[in-house]
């Protein structure tokens, strides 16, 4: 399993591969520093210009039938493992 730092650092790749870059993206502090094997991920501030990027690719992204069944099996995933 990859840690919560890998995770954003994957993230923000990602991000910054389309040209958004979120600033102050990092692992929540206070989520970090605990014994909570999931840890928050702090998407943090931005300017108006990169919401208004990162809104634009999310709305290029298909949001059909496999994406959402997709969503659907992560979020029960994650549930079991907080179980």
Same mark, same amino acid.
């Given at each position: ?16 591969? !389309? ?13 970090? +520093? #605990? /014994?909570?094997?999931? =840890?928050? @991920? ?5 300017? !108006? ?13 298909? +949001? #059909? /039938?496999?994406?959402? =069944?997709? @969503? ?12």
């Amino acid at each position: 399993m990859r840690t919560t730092e890998e995770i954003v650092e994957s993230l923000r790749a990602a991000l910054e591969s !389309v040209g958004v870059v979120l600033p102050s993206l990092c692992v929540d502090p206070v989520t970090g +520093a #605990g /014994d909570e094997p999931f =840890a928050l @991920v702090d998407l943090g501030r931005c300017n !108006v210009r990169t919401a208004e990027q990162l809104t634009e690719l999310l709305r290029a992204v298909p +949001a #059909g /039938d496999a994406l959402r =069944a997709r @969503v659907r099996k992560a979020n029960r995933e994650r549930r079991r493992l907080q179980s």
